[in-house]
């Protein structure tokens, strides 16, 4: 009895160890994902059009429910999946972005959706399209293209990221009552995500 006391004592003491690195490991990869985001999010917003005129606010963006039909988009093709393809296609619209080229960027987004619009790639492509609207200085397109994950791919592990730059839109456009719902969404549904880490922030300082 006393030989499987210690056996257990010991055993108990490894799942302890195990669990305290697994619990180490989870913090670090938040707090580097996190720095990622905030990393990549100040070399877009430094590569906008800081003074590009932007749509008045007359109406704010739909974070949910009926989802806001992309402007004069085309049918999208039933072309068959190719995932090699499609992969090739998104990367060289990505590309766009490191080189800081958000209009071709942006016009490589829309027709990829348009072309692939149940692709693999699809709710991060329309995460992008979004990012690079907003580095554009065109509010109401990054507002629709944000709104728009949430809608299409509710379960894109995007949704936080996309609804935390929804709310930074409607506060750029004037609408901070909006704003202020859509951070509390954020922090309230995806409380783990590096997305509520910054919601909580922004909710502090939004009067």
Not at 48 to 73: E, F, L, V
């Amino acid at each position: 009895m006393y030989m499987q006391m210690q056996q257990l004592q010991e055993e108990v003491a490894q799942l302890r160890g195990m669990l305290e690195e697994q619990q180490n490991e989870i913090r670090n990869l938040k707090r580097e994902n996190l720095e990622r985001y905030q990393d990549l999010d100040r070399r877009l917003s430094s590569g906008g059009a800081q003074g590009a005129p932007n749509t008045p606010a007359d109406g704010a963006i739909n974070a949910g429910g009926t989802p806001t039909p992309p402007p004069s988009q085309a049918p999208a093709s039933n072309e068959p999946a190719d995932p090699a393809k499609e992969k090739l296609y998104y990367e060289a619209a990505f590309d766009l972005i490191k080189a800081k080229d958000f209009d071709k960027a942006s016009q490589a987004f829309t027709a990829f959706l348009r072309k692939y619009p149940n692709s693999q790639y699809a709710g991060n492509a329309q995460y992008w399209l979004g990012e690079v609207n907003l580095a554009k200085g065109d509010l109401q397109g990054a507002g629709q293209a944000f709104a728009r994950v949430s809608q299409a791919y509710p379960q894109h592990a995007k949704v936080p990221d996309s609804l935390y730059k929804l709310a930074d839109v409607e506060r750029r456009l004037g609408n901070n009552d909006k704003a202020r719902g859509i951070l509390q969404q954020v922090i309230s549904q995806y409380p783990g995500s590096s997305a509520a880490q910054l919601a909580q922030r922004d909710l502090q300082n939004l009067r």
